[in-house]
């Protein structure tokens, strides 16, 4: 069964830093895209950062950039997102995603429940 589960997010003072985590089962994520996703309340589901299968390639939204760090273990299942200099506008429930490019169509596109990020200031 395939199974993403986020861990780490939660309440910080802006200037601060969360690390999140993404803990992936039932395939393996090594030859996934691993994208990290976040909504905030009343706007649309944006990217984060996104970390490209094999070659190791990452990309990241323009707001977060500098700020965030996406990782991965490919060993473990895991993916990493460090978030420092948080800020109120990086509040959001932030999720893990993984694709299988390509293949998005026949179902290889999975989803975590999210995890909360709420940034004080």
């Known amino acids: 069964q395939v199974q993403l589960v986020e861990s780490g997010g939660g309440l910080v003072q802006a200037g601060g830093s969360l690390s999140l985590c993404c803990a992936a089962?039932?395939?393996?994520?090594?030859?996934?895209?691993m994208t990290w996703y976040r909504q905030a309340p009343g706007k649309e589901r944006e990217l984060v950062a996104e970390?490209?299968?094999?070659?190791?390639?990452?990309n990241y939204a323009g707001s977060v950039k500098g700020r965030f760090t996406i990782s991965r273990d490919n060993a473990k299942n895991l993916v990493f997102l460090q978030m420092n200099n948080l800020k109120p506008n990086d509040t959001a429930v932030y999720y893990c995603?993984?694709?299988?490019?390509?293949?998005?169509?026949?179902?290889?596109?999975?989803w975590g429940q999210g995890t909360q990020v709420t940034v004080s200031s």
């Open positions: 970390s490209t299968r094999n070659d190791g390639g990452v």
């Open positions: 089962s039932g395939f393996t994520s090594s030859q996934y895209t």
């Open positions: 995603n993984a694709r299988l490019p390509g293949w998005t169509a026949y179902g290889y596109d999975f």
